[in-house]
């Protein structure tokens, strides 16, 4: 009887898969998630088509995160593109098993300290939706577009350190995306090797 | 060579003269950081102009933490040296030992743990004069990760002596040599062609004639964005040679024309090694893979393990519990009862029939307080709840209630009171109903008290129990209770048994009391128990209550033994005190339930705390896995861990095998451990798994020895 079970979910996983399978590549469509955010409600990506999504993957105990955060290079880039009708999407997806795992109060508590300014803070305990776009590090962005398409997938910036003097003087791919994307040019640098933390599955 | 000068020789001789004199041949300063120790060691004991110098930077990294090979992987960086050398010396890049393979969930990390020298080759003009001594510097800055990542730096520095000779340095000229020698190196005698295709690349490798099979076969990519991390890297046989499938990298950007990395060789290439370096042109053109989402977190891929439910038949199960009901009596939180027990039967020499009928009543209580249990859990789950055997110890009420139950019998032992001064004395009067009655006390105290055991047997025949429909519960129960009950029936019909215990005396009364101190010593762990599942005040109120018992029980013994009235007062108001200090204990506990990890000693030392989504990874990434399905409420648990689990050996054997640990700690109610459980086809703690890559899992005794599980990795 289990093994039939198992053979079932295998089955529904090798089905699964190839819907899957291009979903984060630039060009194509977004993966749908659910998330609640740290104030209990409930957040779906779906909520904002029409408008620019960044998703950023966070982690405060990461000092990669930190980098970007306390030189107030994130906190700048959320303002910045808030002030422009972006969505910023904080996710973080330490797994409630990690000894790093924040609760929804821990978290909004530490964003509040740092004076983030994204749109919400989404916590994925279970992984779900940094498994569903591949998400490796923290930080690992993801610039989409008002339809829902990946146009950006990858590291923050080019300068692959933690330290935080180094945050102003790279260049910023998400930045850098979400500018030509309004201009309507192409994404020149669409994808890139995430650097940080490994994200705590 | 230098050439010699009178000058330069002469300058030579008198550093070397003065280095010789310290007994210094080279003085560096080792820098310890949180979780690395670092310094520059050098493989010679001088710097000698014209010759090449192997220098290394060594890192002696914290177990458990690692540190980045030049490409991390999914994530991480790698470590760097940057030299500050006088005029004359020049340093060579980092010669990077072969990576290791560092899973982190679904990602793949390469890098080094333990040691790890990064070799560096220093070049000297040879005309090179810079004093008698020289100093090299360096700032080496590495990230270094567990679970958590801390970027970590130290300046570095190397005094030499310039010398116009060298031995090899007497600490590092051997390791560095042995680490010099383990460098990956161009495979001799192999040929490489690598061939891209759309996403991926066939690196075909054929040997030399009669070249051994390599086995599982791993190639790293010297710089990012070229072969995907983490993806598998399938490996066939191919006519005269083997192809190894390389995934493109999804982030690939620019021109890939030349694989260049270091391929591994679980067998190794033929001869020693076991790396060597590949670089080599790539014929057709790539495209970067698609960026795919990571497998979906396996529904907790426990495959069936031998000895699960449905391998056990009703028979067989009822079999296993009788044994494992006879055996529970003589589990660490049984035995003070079985003491008592024995002790009854030791001081009343009745007849025949009030014995056997007092065994009945016995049987009968621990038979029925089973199925009560039985009944109970079956109704809970019926009602949804995960639970399992041992589910009325993670409530901490039940917890305290035990604490004060094992108190007051250890009082009654110690003397403190009798329990017939307790109650009227009409009810006192001892008759042989009386006596039926508290025969059968007995029973259903044996059972709460057993109920934090799991005896060897036990576990499948519970697992089983659970499984099945109410009336196999019920049945796997009634037969537990049989056995649990059996040794005494058995004393009561066979007086010569009994005959073998010594004759009542005086040291009946010493062994009474002395049996107090094992009731104490669980009270202690009862109180460790609630620390565990509650916090520190939890166990202070529950020793204030244990207080004011104690008290109260002293005194109304005064009172009963004729003394003033105000002793009553006294005792009623400690009586008062006391119920009002417990009342929180038994209160739901409101908290959310804390992150078990952070406090619990599930999390201690190199266990993981268990998820079933870690173990899915963890045995996707070919680890082997031991999974402790523990609770702190189960003494067989923690009698394991000391003497089996925690032994240098089995520790030793761990480490060697890489095996990844993952305690999954059911002190708290936890549905994801008890499916697992379920899964497993147990129902209680302790359960031991090894999961072994290529091979079906390995379920482990309920009680183990180191050799056990010494045993079970060899099968690795």
Redesign the interface.
């Known amino acids: 009887?289990?093994?039939s079970s198992?053979a079932v979910?295998f089955l529904a996983?090798a089905l699964?898969a190839p819907a899957?399978?291009?979903?984060?590549?630039p060009g194509?469509a977004a993966?749908a998630f659910t998330l609640t955010d740290t104030a209990g409600n409930s957040v779906q990506l779906a909520d904002y088509r029409g408008k620019y999504v960044v998703l950023e993957w966070t982690n405060p105990?990461?000092?990669?995160v930190r980098k970007h955060y306390t030189s107030g290079n994130m906190q700048e880039l959320q303002k910045e593109w808030g002030a422009r009708e972006v969505v910023w999407l904080s996710i973080n997806s330490t797994?409630?098993?990690?000894?790093?795992?924040k609760?929804p109060a821990q978290m909004a508590q530490w964003m509040q300290s740092q004076g983030a300014a994204q749109k919400a803070t989404l916590i994925d305990g279970?992984?779900?939706a940094?498994?569903?776009?591949?998400a490796?590090?923290t930080p690992h962005m993801f610039v989409i577009d008002p339809a829902g398409a990946?146009l950006y997938?990858?590291a923050i910036d080019d300068r692959?350190?933690?330290?935080p003097a180094d945050a102003k003087v790279a260049r910023n791919y998400v930045r850098a995306a979400l500018t030509e994307a309004m201009a309507g040019k192409p994404v020149t640098?669409a994808?890139?090797?995430?650097?940080?933390?490994?994200?705590?599955? | 060579m230098a050439r010699p000068t009178f000058l330069r020789s002469t300058l030579h001789a008198l550093s070397w003269g003065a280095a010789l004199a310290l007994a210094l041949p080279c003085a560096a300063a080792a820098v310890r950081t949180e979780h690395v120790e670092a310094e520059l060691v050098a493989a010679r004991t001088a710097l000698v102009p014209g010759e090449p110098l192997t220098v290394a930077l060594r890192l002696a990294i914290d177990k458990g933490w690692h540190t980045y090979w030049r490409n991390p992987g999914?994530?991480?960086?790698p470590t760097t040296l940057e030299w500050k050398l006088p005029g004359g010396v020049a340093a060579g890049p980092i010669e990077w030992p072969a990576p290791h393979l560092l899973p982190?969930?679904?990602?793949l990390?390469y890098g080094y743990e333990n040691e790890v020298l990064h070799l560096v080759t220093l070049t000297t003009v040879p005309d090179f004069l810079s004093g008698r001594e020289v100093k090299l510097a360096a700032r080496a800055d590495w990230?270094v990760?567990k679970?958590?990542?801390?970027?970590e730096g130290a300046d570095l520095t190397l005094t030499l002596p310039v010398a116009n000779a060298a031995d090899p340095d007497p600490r590092w000229g051997k390791p560095i040599a042995a680490a010099k020698a383990a460098l990956p190196q161009p495979l001799a005698g192999w040929q490489a062609i690598a061939d891209g295709h759309g996403a991926t690349i066939a690196l075909k490798l054929v040997p030399p004639a009669g070249a051994a099979d390599p086995g599982e076969v791993r190639f790293f990519a010297n710089v990012?964005?070229r072969i995907e991390p983490s993806a598998p890297q399938p490996l066939a046989r191919e006519g005269n040679g083997y192809v190894l499938t390389l995934p493109v990298?999804?982030?690939l950007?620019g021109a890939f024309g030349k694989l260049a990395g270091v391929v591994t060789a679980a067998n190794g290439f033929g001869g020693d090694a076991r790396a060597a370096t590949i670089d080599v042109a790539l014929n057709g053109t790539v495209t970067?893979a698609?960026?795919?989402?990571?497998?979906?977190?396996?529904?907790l891929n426990l495959?069936?393990a031998p000895a699960?439910a449905?391998g056990l038949g009703l028979a067989l199960a009822i079999v296993s519990a009788l044994i494992g009901g006879i055996l529970l009596n003589l589990m660490p939180c049984v035995f003070p009862v079985l003491s008592i027990k024995v002790l009854g039967f030791a001081t009343h020499h009745d007849t025949k029939p009030t014995l056997h009928h007092e065994a009945i009543a016995f049987a009968g209580g621990v038979i029925l307080t089973f199925v009560a249990l039985g009944l109970l859990l079956s109704a809970l789950r019926a009602a949804g709840e995960q639970l399992g055997w041992g589910f009325q110890l993670q409530s901490p009420s039940v917890v305290v209630a035990l604490a004060i139950l094992f108190f007051v019998l250890a009082l009654n032992l110690s003397g403190v009171f009798e329990f017939g001064q307790l109650a009227p004395s009409s009810v006192a009067e001892w008759s042989s109903r009386n006596r039926m009655v508290d025969a059968f006390g007995s029973g259903v105290l044996a059972v709460v008290i057993a109920s934090p055991c799991t005896a060897p047997f036990m576990g499948a025949a519970l697992g089983f129990a659970m499984a099945g429909g109410i009336a196999m519960m019920l049945t796997v129960f009634v037969a537990l209770g049989i056995g649990m009950a059996l040794p005494y029936v058995l004393l009561a019909w066979f007086p010569n048994w009994r005959k073998r215990l010594p004759p009542p005396g005086p040291w009946l009364a010493r062994f009474k009391q002395l049996l107090a101190f094992p009731l104490y010593a669980t009270v202690i762990w009862l109180a460790w128990v609630l620390g565990a599942q509650r916090d520190n005040d939890a166990v202070l109120r529950l020793f204030a209550v244990l207080l004011g018992t104690g008290f109260a029980l002293w005194a109304w013994r005064i009172v009963r033994g004729g003394g003033a009235r105000p002793w009553g007062i006294a005792g009623f108001v400690a009586l008062v005190g006391t119920v009002v200090v417990a009342w929180p204990l038994f209160t739901p506990d409101t908290e959310?339930a804390r992150?078990a990890?952070?406090t619990s000693p599930a999390?201690a030392g190199d266990w993981?705390?268990?998820?079933p989504?870690?173990v899915a990874?963890l045995t996707a990434a070919g680890r082997a896995v031991f999974i402790d399905f523990t609770a702190a409420w189960c003494v067989t648990c923690q009698v394991n861990k000391r003497l089996a689990l925690n032994t240098d050996a089995v520790r030793a054997d761990f480490a060697k095998r890489n095996v990844a640990l993952v305690r999954a700690d059911w002190t708290r109610r936890d549905p994801a451990i008890t499916q697992a459980l379920t899964?497993l086809g147990r129902s209680g703690v302790p359960v031991y798994v090894l999961y072994r890559p290529g091979k079906a899992p390995l379920l482990l005794p309920e009680v183990l020895q180191q050799q056990t599980v010494l045993d079970a990795l060899a099968t690795l």
């Open positions: 009887m289990r093994n198992f979910s996983a699964l899957a399978a291009f979903a984060q590549s194509a993966p105990e990461c000092p990669f797994s409630t098993g990690s000894y790093e795992f609760t279970t992984s779900a940094a498994r569903s776009y591949a490796r590090a990946v997938n990858g692959r350190t933690s330290n640098v994808s890139t090797s995430p650097y940080g933390c490994s994200i705590k599955y | 999914d994530s991480g960086l982190a969930g679904p990602l990390n990230l990760c679970e958590t990542c801390i970027p990012i964005d990298a999804t982030t950007n970067a698609p960026r795919a989402g990571l497998p979906p977190p396996p529904t495959a069936p699960s449905e959310p992150a990890n952070m999390a993981a705390p268990f998820t989504a870690r990874d899964a």
